[in-house]
């Protein structure tokens, strides 16, 4: 028989290596949809203040009032299409870093559950006769938190789903917009 303290100290270290394993791994996730978004806000910055100038630049070359309301009044549109650019590529980045996110605690959270698993079989086999019911209770208890976990990420899954449709469906153009706003039963008119 293995001595028990040391099989606790080496599951212990076991857990701490994995721990930080999943820490690197959501930080490098974080990390990364960080650097996407400061990439992201520079272009809008850029983009922002390239169609101001140029919008600018028209605006003073209007030989008469008519002219300049009727240019003032196009300036609108350029920076609400970038808006939408914006909006597309911040959800796209929010999903692509919440399904990874999601991944990686996934796989943490099957690892630790058999990993624990095995180290209540492990306790079982070394304790009296008589404890298989605590045994058997926290077994059930790890089963409802691994439940809940994978509850949590079906919503979020859910979550993300229904705001990149959201996303689609404000980007799409007004009729298609329409069509699909009925179809979900919220068209009122």
Not at 90 to 117: F, G, M, P
Not at 148 to 169: D, F, G, P, W, Y
């Amino acid at each position: 028989m293995s001595d028990p303290t040391a099989q606790i100290s080496a599951a212990a270290r076991n857990k701490v290596q994995a721990q930080l394993g999943l820490a690197t791994s959501l930080a490098d996730t974080l990390i990364d949809s960080m650097q996407k978004m400061v990439g992201l806000n520079l272009n809008a910055a850029k983009a922002s203040l390239e169609t101001s100038l140029a919008g600018t630049q028209r605006l003073l070359t209007a030989r008469d009032p008519q002219e300049f309301f009727s240019l003032s009044a196009h300036q609108a549109q350029p920076h609400a299409e970038i808006a939408l650019t914006y909006g597309r590529h911040l959800a796209s980045i929010a999903s692509v870093a919440q399904v990874e996110l999601t991944r990686v605690t996934e796989d943490q959270v099957n690892r630790s559950s058999q990993h624990i698993v095995n180290l209540i079989d492990e306790l079982g086999r070394l304790t009296p006769a008589g404890s298989e019911s605590t045994l058997s209770l926290m077994k059930s208890a790890l089963d409802n938190v691994s439940a809940s976990i994978a509850q949590l990420a079906r919503n979020s899954k859910i979550a993300v789903e229904t705001m990149e449709h959201h996303m689609k469906a404000a980007n799409a153009p007004a009729p298609q917009r329409d069509e699909a706003h009925s179809k979900q039963g919220g068209a009122k008119k």
